[in-house]
């Protein structure tokens, strides 16, 4: 892998991954802390409210890092990314620009009234504030997963050689597609376990202590329902993942399960050798004995999928990718001069056109993404979602019992659940990611064609700043946050 | 609407967002006076809450700008971020410093101690404005670069930089620099304005006049400089077959084949200058209101200048038809057309940020909120 490529995908996921540290305790927390302010604005009870301003504490010392790492974001698919940012900017544009006219204002206006805002507004309109930051922050997740489910499953535009990009068709089937819904839901749902985790955990700090009694069992009760209907719908999405991820992006699933050879009676793979038959073909199709393409057949042999579609090998669809670039150049170089000639390879062009992507690989195995990575990331997000789960579910159940303070082991294993939320979150974005490889946009443009004419020294230098900045303020927030966690008296 | 209006409509709404913008700079522009304006820790104090209310509509502003540009403009955004990198990646950097710089200052446990965040407002309060300032006088001055479609063909970038400072050389151009240093002092004019309104202390004042007079005339010096020249110079036209060729007097034609947007020029100039007779001559503590609508306007009419009237918003001083201007680096008539439905939305928007601006200011700060609250950065 070229150096520049290498680096410039380096930054891109090191900024992710710290926006991702922050952004799903910002959706969470802003869940579990506006409930607790309804429940102050709806009993009077001074204590909801002192209770709410604690959690909307550290919300604001979380929030502003994920400000700060977000608008690296966007811009670095300028500046690293040149290509990708024309070749489907037309699409891709659109999300970030109504993200930032509908949340980010939205957001960055009611925050600052939650915070400065009391005692200055009326209770109800403060409440309304409150909801509306994370409501801000939610519609704002919406429209950023639209413009990733595009990259994953990109749907509602056509490819114009003359403008060489491609142009959307259709708004709504962008903004609204499933894979965005279903992406949203999985992503977000799993910012509200995050979230519910870290109430909890911080919580059980204190009935550990022996602190802040009264606050940490209540806090407890209502993160954990918020954390049980997240998880419940997060594995709710997760599921109808699945089944899209197997119909647009099969060789994703294929490296998440480490299936070599398709079969209609694919097993599950929990660990190497040990499986669960015919799990993997229902989860993918719904059906027990549904097709699941392997990594053999989608680079070398091709495949009927279950869908009744047949299924291009990959050096085949790389072969027409090689034709339609030939004729996409032979119809630049024509266009202007002749018009027969440019006609020509305009045909030819959309003979080949929808593996247009594919003629920038070299071989099908640049097809293959990192199995090892994707596939233990698949497994770690699962059994520590399972694990997170199993700690909502004992919340709830001591709560009801009102044992919460009893059994110091749940304590412990409610602070362990905090770095495995975390853990889980990330392993969830490196399989969307790392398994979409070696595409920028599935099936549409690899990666190596999507870059900015940079030297790699540049690219190199801004990681290290970044990697620096990010890490340095990584290191000021926990620490901050654990003081604030430590001072607090309810 | 025509596929030509639905550009210029868009145009319009990123030089208003660019207009905004540098009204709202006026957050920076108080934040480096935190340690010359301020006597006490109480008075930096008040400054760093007073613009911490409003830092992250600056902010906000900023990045929408950003998302607005590359959805409406997508080749002046591949062009000018993987070109300029420099200069783009070190306003980010310094916007960075600022988002956490307010919250984390002053809470226990910080790492790096109050004075090294203030430091970092400071720093972002100078390099943003200036930065910022040199990244839009390209927009006038032109820059170097190379735009090829047909790279595609082989997998190579369609915008090249052809400059080897990726950027940097931008900031060696004498008159992006006049133009930079023209946004910085203007950010610390408006900051002393907004001060003077936005704290309710009289024993400051009278520093914050001082400070407005001592920052607005180098202003004016670097603004006239850099306005003279404009009207004086080339720029770059371009013709109904999208051919670019270079025309005297480019922005001053455009001004009197726009007499509109002279006017909004003209009522933005002297609103700037209202603001500062009303805080300097008046004693009012009310012309932020004039400047600040007044710098919105003559930025938004020195952009529309810069883009409309078939001119070349983003000269190539490479290769003059790889310029860009509003018809070849625009997005596609629908997605135009469908995010200008979006844009319906955008006074309900300004309705509510006013609501809440009003919401938060009044009375203003006081030294005795801040002794009082807990809620302060």
Known sequence: MNELLFLSRFQFALTACYHWLFVPLTLGLGIVMSVMETLYVRSGDDFWKRTAQFWQKLFGINFAVGVATGIILEFEFGTNWSNYSWFVGDIFGAPLAIEGILAFFMESTFIALMFFGWGKISKSAHLASTWLTVIGATISAWWILVANSWMQHPVGMEFNPATVRNEMLDFFAVAFSPTAVIKFSHTVLSGWMTGAVFVIAVSCWYLLKGRNLEMAKRSIKVAAIVGLIGSLGCMGAGDASGVDIAKHQPMKLAAAEGLQKGSCEAPFSIVPGIEIPHMLSFLATHDFNGFVPGIEDITRSGYTSHQGEVVLSGEEKIAEGKLALEAFKRYRQFRNSDPACANQALADFNAHKAYFGYGYLDSSEALVPNVPVVYWSFRLMIALGCFVVLIFLLSLWLAYRKQLEKFPLFHYAALLALPCVYIAGQCGWIVAEVGRQPWAIQGLLPVNAGLSSLDATNVMATTIIFALIFTALLVAEIRIMTRAIKDHHA | ?377
Request: one cysteine or more; a negative charge; proline letters at 3%.
């Open chain 2, 1 to 377: 609407m025509t596929y030509t209006l639905l550009q210029e409509y868009w145009w319009f709404l990123v030089s208003l967002l660019a207009g905004l913008f540098v009204f709202l700079t006026f957050v920076q522009g108080a934040n480096t006076m935190i340690f010359s304006l301020a006597g006490n820790e109480e008075e930096r104090q008040m400054i760093v809450n007073s613009t911490g209310r409003k830092w992250e509509l600056t902010f906000t502003t900023l990045v929408t700008f950003g998302g607005a540009f590359f959805a409406s403009f997508p080749l002046f955004y591949s062009t000018s971020f993987g070109g300029a990198y420099w200069v783009w990646m070190l306003i980010l950097f310094s916007f960075i410093l600022q988002a956490v710089a307010y919250e984390f200052q002053s809470k226990p446990g910080n790492v790096f101690g109050t004075a090294v965040y203030r430091r970092f407002l400071l720093i972002n309060g100078i390099c943003g404005p200036l930065l910022v300032g040199i990244a839009v006088g390209t927009f006038f001055n032109g820059a170097e670069f190379v735009v090829n479609h047909d790279a595609m063909g082989d997998g190579l970038t369609i915008s090249t930089w052809t400059g080897c400072a990726h950027g940097l050389e931008a900031v060696l151009q004498p008159w992006n620099l006049v133009l930079g240093f023209a946004i910085v002092m203007l950010s610390r004019t408006l900051g002393a304005l907004y001060l003077q309104n936005n704290l309710n202390d009289e024993a400051m004042q009278e520093r914050l006049r001082r400070a407005v007079f001592a920052n607005a005339l180098p202003f004016l010096v670097f603004f006239l400089a850099f306005a003279g020249r404009l009207l004086t110079t080339q720029g770059w036209a371009v013709d109904e077959q999208g051919v670019v060729s270079l025309e005297d007097y480019k922005y001053l034609h455009n001004f009197l084949e726009m007499p509109l947007v002279l006017l909004l020029f003209l009522i933005g100039v002297v609103g700037v200058l209202a603001g500062l007779f009303m805080s300097l001559v008046k004693k009012s503590r009310c012309g932020i209101w004039p400047a600040g609508a007044g710098t919105t306007l003559t930025v938004l009419s020195l952009f529309l200048i810069a883009g409309w009237n078939n001119t070349c918003y983003y000269p190539s001083l490479t290769d003059m038809q790889s310029s860009l201007h509003l018809a070849n680096s625009c997005s596609s008539e629908f997605t135009l057309y469908a995010m200008t439905l979006v844009s319906i939305l955008i006074p309900f928007v300004l309705a509510y940020i006013i609501w809440a601006w009003r919401s938060l200011d009044v009375p203003g700060i006081t030294r005795k909120e801040m002794a009082q609250t807990d809620h302060k950065y």
